[in-house]
């Protein structure tokens, strides 16, 4: 054996050149009971649950919105794709229908006072985006 060389049961930090192994947090000593982990996988399991519960929770939060702002997409365009004849005002309600041609015309007549295939309210905020009004 090299003189470089320390038994493996010897305790020698060859950075500082020093016997350190009562600055060591665990047990140095061969008859030392050995280092075993407890319990790690039931915390990781544990943890793994929550943090999945909580990617999937943000996950339909996102998702919801998602859909949310794909159906406000699809009533902006149908109703900048429909019929309408006049200009319409930010902030004004307007009714979209179905003529006999089931081609999508705005009109600024109600429901209650006509007969057409009424579809849904509309109304045009400030950035020209057209808005589902809800009907409760």
Known sequence: MSEDKKPDQVVFNNKTQRYDAALKPYATNVGAPAIQVHGNSTWKNRNIL???K???????????EYDKMIQELE??????NSRYNFEPLVGETYFLYRDKKDQPFLSIIAPSDCNFDYIGSFQLNSEFVWK???ES
């Open 50 to 52: 929550k943090a999945n």
């Open 54 to 64: 909580q990617i999937q929770a943000k996950y339909l939060e996102l998702k919801a």
């Open 75 to 80: 009533y902006n365009n149908l109703v900048y």
């Open 132 to 134: 589902k009004v809800d």
